[in-house]
């Protein structure tokens, strides 16, 4: 396509774009024809000539094969903010790590590929600053300060798509792996459990279920880290549980206000906050929503999951919620060698619009039995698939929360 500076207004870079032929579509949806395609190579040139001075946003397309041309992305990133650029990360397969690096950099907002329906549009849309959640393991901005402790913690609420995904177990096992990643700077790290009916954060620990629990819940206007703290539990010397109550409550015993209390005092308490989440929307998912810095969706190659996924979809979009801060997790994801199960990903990606960006193996019968002893799977199977998938997470979202809060400790000691 031939650029002609004196009529786009935008433009896409891309190391081809016909690999992005999605996108295509969306560009000419959002702005007409007034648009235009440059390799990556040549979009440094051409993004420091004055006349993409008229440019309201660039699209910087990207996949997996472009993390190894890192360098030149951060390169195009500063010569499109240079000039006050709206800079669109469009990325498929690309690892957490790469996407807040880039985000970091100065990128403006990042949308999977296949694009969501309208979110090329609601991007652009949106007035010009940094998202508030960068990426899967975005740390707390720089600037916050926390207001009751000494900590800025990364909160992650989990979702299961369907019953029996393996949500809760990626919950308990993600908090467990990040409690004993750093055996120098020993991240705390806190669980909490909002299955408040049939939560098994518990079960899976062994832990007992405690009246404190709920009487934390609903006292949240008293509540302060001590009064959290005492209803908390402890697994392993190391882990900070919160259970689900004794006694089945309804969804309603809390409201907004109360999660946004819970969440708050437990972030400016701990390095990181899990929320295991119930199989349901209520009055105060929209706070988890908000507080959250990125949300995993647990699913399965099935059709309950793809349904359920779908209506979340729809029902965020709707709502105006930050459906962006979701990334998908496919558990029992088809090998390497299945082809046709490969495929099938690909196609339930596409029909459903999400970027499926994490896939773990079958853990087997080694999650089973971890769950019917009561502790992770670090401790029952350190070996098993799923684990060491899990793990690799967990080291993938502690690395950028301290490369993202390195200059901070500069500063401060500055």
């Given at each position: 396509?031939?650029?002609?500076?004196?009529?786009?207004?935008?433009?896409?870079?891309?190391?081809?774009?016909?690999?992005?032929?999605?996108?295509?579509?969306?560009?000419?949806?959002?702005?007409?024809?007034?648009?235009?395609?440059?390799?990556?190579?040549?979009?440094?040139?051409?993004?420091?000539?004055?006349d993409s001075d008229?440019?309201?946003?660039?699209?910087?397309?990207?996949?997996?094969?472009?993390?190894?041309?890192?360098?030149?992305?951060?390169?195009?990133?500063?010569?499109?903010?240079?000039?006050?650029?709206?800079?669109?990360?469009?990325?498929?397969?690309?690892?957490?790590?790469?996407?807040?690096?880039?985000?970091?950099?100065?990128?403006?907002?990042?949308?999977?590929?296949?694009?969501?329906?309208?979110?090329?549009?609601?991007?652009?849309?949106?007035?010009?600053?940094?998202?508030?959640?960068?990426?899967?393991?975005?740390?707390?901005?720089?600037?916050?300060?926390?207001?009751?402790?000494?900590?800025?913690?990364?909160?992650?609420?989990?979702?299961?798509?369907?019953?029996?995904?393996?949500?809760?177990?990626?919950?308990?096992?993600?908090?467990?792996?990040?409690?004993?990643?750093?055996?120098?700077?020993?991240?705390?790290?806190?669980?909490?459990?909002?299955?408040?009916q049939f939560g098994?954060?518990?079960?899976?620990?062994?832990?007992?279920?405690?009246?404190?629990?709920?009487?934390?819940?609903?006292?949240?206007?008293?509540?302060?880290?001590?009064?959290?703290?005492?209803?908390?539990?402890?697994?392993?010397?190391?882990?900070?549980?919160?259970?689900?109550?004794?006694?089945?409550?309804?969804?309603?015993?809390?409201?907004?206000?109360?999660?946004?209390?819970?969440?708050?005092?437990?972030?400016?308490?701990?390095?990181?906050?899990?929320?295991?989440?119930?199989?349901?929307?209520?009055?105060?998912?929209?706070?988890?929503?908000?507080?959250?810095?990125?949300?995993?969706?647990?699913?399965?190659?099935?059709?309950?999951?793809?349904?359920?996924?779908?209506?979340?979809?729809?029902?965020?979009?709707?709502?105006?919620?930050?459906?962006?801060?979701?990334?998908?997790?496919?558990?029992?994801?088809?090998?390497?060698?299945?082809?046709?199960?490969?495929?099938?990903?690909?196609?339930?990606?596409?029909?459903?619009?999400?970027?499926?960006?994490?896939?773990?193996?079958?853990?087997?019968?080694?999650?089973?039995?971890?769950?019917?002893?009561?502790?992770?799977?670090?401790?029952?199977?350190?070996?098993?698939?799923?684990?060491?998938?899990?793990?690799?997470?967990?080291?993938?979202?502690?690395?950028?929360n301290l490369a993202?809060?390195?200059?901070?400790?500069?500063?401060?000691?500055?």
């Amino acid at each position: 396509m031939l650029i002609e500076p004196q009529s786009i207004i935008a433009c896409t870079i891309s190391r081809d774009i016909q690999e992005f032929d999605l996108l295509i579509e969306d560009m000419q949806a959002t702005v007409g024809d007034r648009w235009g395609d440059v390799g990556l190579a040549e979009a440094v040139t051409f993004l420091a000539q004055p006349d993409s001075d008229q440019l309201a946003f660039v699209a910087l397309a990207l996949d997996s094969a472009d993390e190894a041309d890192l360098d030149r992305l951060i390169l195009i990133i500063a010569a499109a903010k240079a000039r006050d650029i709206r800079v669109i990360l469009v990325a498929e397969g690309v690892s957490p790590t790469a996407l807040h690096q880039l985000l970091r950099e100065g990128a403006d907002e990042f949308i999977p590929y296949p694009l969501p329906e309208g979110e090329l549009q609601r991007a652009t849309s949106k007035p010009k600053g940094r998202p508030a959640a960068p990426k899967a393991a975005s740390a707390t901005s720089s600037a916050e300060v926390a207001v009751k402790g000494e900590h800025s913690g990364v909160v992650i609420p989990i979702y299961a798509m369907a019953g029996g995904v393996g949500g809760s177990t990626l919950a308990v096992n993600l908090a467990w792996e990040l409690a004993i990643i750093d055996k120098d700077l020993s991240p705390r790290v806190c669980l909490i459990d909002l299955g408040l009916q049939f939560g098994s954060v518990a079960t899976l620990l062994d832990l007992p279920r405690r009246e404190a629990v709920q009487e934390l819940l609903t006292e949240t206007e008293s509540m302060d880290a001590e009064a959290l703290l005492q209803a908390l539990q402890t697994y392993g010397d190391k882990l900070h549980v919160l259970t689900s109550p004794l006694d089945l409550v309804p969804l309603d015993l809390v409201d907004s206000k109360d999660v946004e209390r819970l969440i708050e005092t437990a972030r400016v308490n701990f390095d990181y906050v899990i929320i295991d989440m119930p199989p349901a929307l209520s009055d105060w998912s929209e706070a988890v929503l908000n507080a959250a810095h990125l949300c995993f969706a647990v699913l399965q190659l099935d059709m309950r999951s793809a349904q359920n996924t779908l209506r979340l979809k729809r029902a965020l979009t709707t709502e105006g919620l930050p459906f962006q801060k979701i990334r998908f997790v496919l558990n029992r994801a088809p090998g390497f060698t299945d082809l046709n199960g490969r495929s099938r990903v690909k196609r339930m990606s596409e029909s459903l619009g999400i970027s499926i960006e994490v896939q773990f193996p079958d853990g087997g019968r080694g999650v089973g039995e971890a769950a019917d002893q009561g502790i992770p799977l670090a401790e029952s199977a350190p070996k098993n698939a799923l684990r060491r998938e899990i793990a690799k997470l967990a080291r993938s979202i502690h690395e950028v929360n301290l490369a993202d809060a390195a200059p901070q400790k500069v500063r401060a000691r500055a």
